[in-house]
């Protein structure tokens, strides 16, 4: 008599793996932090018209460039390392959170371009012989006006979005606390309210109304950095997620 051995269920990642996910997401998350001081280092190229003729220092602006392409390297990786995770509660969502952090980074790079080719111009064009310094300012006002755009639609506006789809496969799955997620669906609206109305003109990027804006979702994003660092999801979210998408074992023939 043949005895037909029972096809083994779907093998879910162990718990040492899960806890691994969550560390190298909280780690990529807290690394999204790293640009912060850019706001005040990039401050003198967006407001001083007389950067791009040489006043200001190159180094500090080096720095903040190096720190922005980190953030949007950081931000790809949160996607990609949680994608696996979100997608057992949301395939939809997990698609939307990995274009949005897609998108966020290439945005951020055009912003760190214009940055960098400012300083190309600064420090290669400025001083030649011919070199128009009207033509020159117009050009810096240009291509900051290009940084700023690009900030408004990456690092404001994709957080919101971003909020909005992690935030709902965290708040559903429970793999972390609710209130975490809470601010982040909290939130998103009401960044997204105050970059349309920075779009219109209605105020700068650099009003109170933003910043006051921007703070939960800042909140959710660090908390959500830290907690995953430091405990990890909770094993009985984790045990749930395994338990609900497991599939069923065929009876032996």
């Given at each position: 008599m043949t005895v037909t051995a029972p096809t083994?269920?779907?093998?879910?990642?162990?718990?040492?793996?899960?806890?691994?996910?969550?560390?190298?997401?909280g780690i990529l998350y807290l690394l999204t932090f790293v640009s912060i001081p850019t706001l005040m280092i990039?401050?003198?190229?967006?407001?001083?018209?007389?950067f791009v003729l040489g006043?200001?220092?190159?180094s500090?602006?080096?720095?903040?460039?190096?720190?922005?392409?980190?953030?949007?390297?950081?931000?790809?990786?949160?996607?990609?390392?949680l994608y696996r995770v979100a997608k057992r509660q949301s395939q939809t969502a997990a698609l939307g959170f990995v274009a949005a952090r897609v998108l966020e980074a290439a945005l951020i790079f055009v912003g760190v371009v214009s940055v960098l080719t400012l300083l190309t111009l600064r420090n290669d064009v400025a001083g030649?012989?011919?070199?128009?310094p009207?033509?020159?300012?117009?050009?810096?006002?240009?291509?900051?006006?290009?940084?700023d755009w690009a900030f408004?639609?990456?690092?404001?506006?994709?957080?919101?979005?971003?909020?909005?789809c992690l935030g709902y496969v965290m708040y559903r799955s429970g793999l972390v606390p609710r209130?975490?997620?809470?601010?982040?669906?909290?939130g998103a609206p009401l960044l997204f309210a105050s970059d349309i109305a920075i779009f219109f003109g209605v105020y700068d990027r650099s009003a109170p109304a933003a910043l006051l804006a921007a703070l939960p979702i800042a909140a959710w994003e660090l908390s959500l950095g830290v907690y995953l660092t430091v405990k990890g999801f909770k094993p009985a979210a984790v045990a749930a997620l395994a338990l609900t998408d497991r599939e069923p074992e065929l009876s032996p023939a």
């Open positions: 083994p269920g779907v093998i879910r990642p162990p718990p040492d793996t899960m806890r691994s996910t969550s560390l190298a997401a990039f401050e003198p190229v967006r407001e001083n018209a007389d006043a200001g220092s190159d500090g602006v080096l720095w903040g460039a190096a720190a922005e392409v980190v953030v949007a390297l950081a931000g790809i990786g949160t996607a990609v390392v030649t012989t011919g070199a128009d009207a033509s020159l300012v117009t050009t810096g006002h240009t291509l900051a006006a290009t940084y408004l639609l990456s690092q404001s506006l994709m957080p919101a979005f971003n909020a909005l209130i975490l997620p809470t601010m982040g669906l909290i």
